[in-house]
């Protein structure tokens, strides 16, 4: 889906449709790097939870600087291309959302993944709106708008994964449980006398 939302970003020189393609980018990492921690301790959750943070950090900030690029060039926006891609990339986000829903309490490390799915489907009904708003207005504004809303939901839940990851890996490792050792008693067979 990220290649092809991606590839109908630029033919419909939509911001919100590339926001979102790089949001899916960004989650199909997350993903695989939250499979392959998902056994291990949890140290390594909140190094995965850091990593998607900084992604939708990225990502945010990126989409921001091209939307402030498009304030300077303004685009001839294709709306069926983005409706019929936003409809697409839905359906796609709603399976992953459906998968992950049920474990979203289960760790840091599932928690900020389902946190990702969450706003890659915030991020689908903006595309939505953004296509049927530019289409009504005849404008780019609402693409626009809606790429730079898309962009601050990603800075925000990027803050508070990383504070969150930040503050697992800074704290103590849980103390040892005690281990009670009880003593152990050897006993020997006892042997019969011999009769002479």
């Known amino acids: 889906m990220f290649v092809v939302e991606g590839i109908g970003g630029i033919l419909a020189q939509s911001t919100s449709l590339l926001a979102d393609a790089l949001d899916m980018f960004g989650d199909a990492l997350v993903y ?17 939870a850091l990593l998607k943070g900084f992604f939708m950090l990225a990502f945010g900030l ?12 303004p685009p001839t926006l294709e709306v069926v291309t983005m409706g019929t891609i936003g409809f697409l990339a839905l359906f796609a986000n709603l399976i992953c959302f459906y998968l992950l829903y049920r474990h979203r309490s289960d760790n840091l490390n599932m928690s900020s993944t389902w946190l990702c799915s969450r706003n890659d489907l915030i991020a689908n009904v903006g595309v939505l709106l953004a296509a049927a708003g530019s289409h009504l207005l005849a404008s780019y504004w609402p693409d626009v708008v809606v790429g730079v809303v898309i962009a601050a939901l990603f800075v925000s839940s ?16 849980p103390a040892p449980s005690p281990v009670t050792t009880k003593p152990v ?10 009769k002479s």
């Open 158 to 173: 990027a803050s508070g994964v990383i504070r969150q990851a930040i503050r697992a890996l800074n704290a103590p490792p």
């Open 185 to 194: 008693t050897i006993q020997m067979p006892i042997k019969a006398p011999r």
């Open 32 to 48: 695989g790097f939250s499979l392959i921690v998902l056994a291990r301790s949890e140290r390594w959750h909140a190094r995965a």
């Open 62 to 73: 990126a989409v921001l600087a091209e939307a402030g690029y498009k304030l300077w060039h």
